[in-house]
């Protein structure tokens, strides 16, 4: 029985990435067509600023959510393991909301400094 669940598990996450790849270039293709190839050059000046705050607001937080909960479900303890979940949800959600806001209140310096051309930044 574990290992069906495990090769269960392997072919729905395999899935899942596949699907998450395909609307990401149907997104990339649309986006394309909509800003031209010199917002796509802007897009691609801005999207590591992005993509680093990004990995900075959640640094590991989804592995160790897995893990509590995944303790706690090991021993029946379901209410500890809702608890874990939603203050984990709570975290990334202020995480994620500081960093937005500071991004948003920052897009002229990141676009000056960072990613040096102001283009990237409309305000």
Known sequence: MRRQSFVRGALILTVAGFAVRFIGAGFRIILARIIGDEGIGLYQVAYPVYSTLLAIST?????????????????????????????????????????????????????????????????
């Open 59 to 123: 640094a590991g937080v989804p592995i160790a959510i897995s893990k509590l909960v995944s303790q706690y479900l090991s021993v029946g303890d379901y209410r500890g393991a809702r608890r874990v979940f939603t203050l984990a949800v709570k975290i990334l959600a202020v995480s994620g909301f500081v960093i937005s806001v500071a991004m948003y209140l920052n897009a002229g310096l990141i676009a000056e400094r960072i990613a040096q051309d102001t283009r990237a930044y409309y305000p």
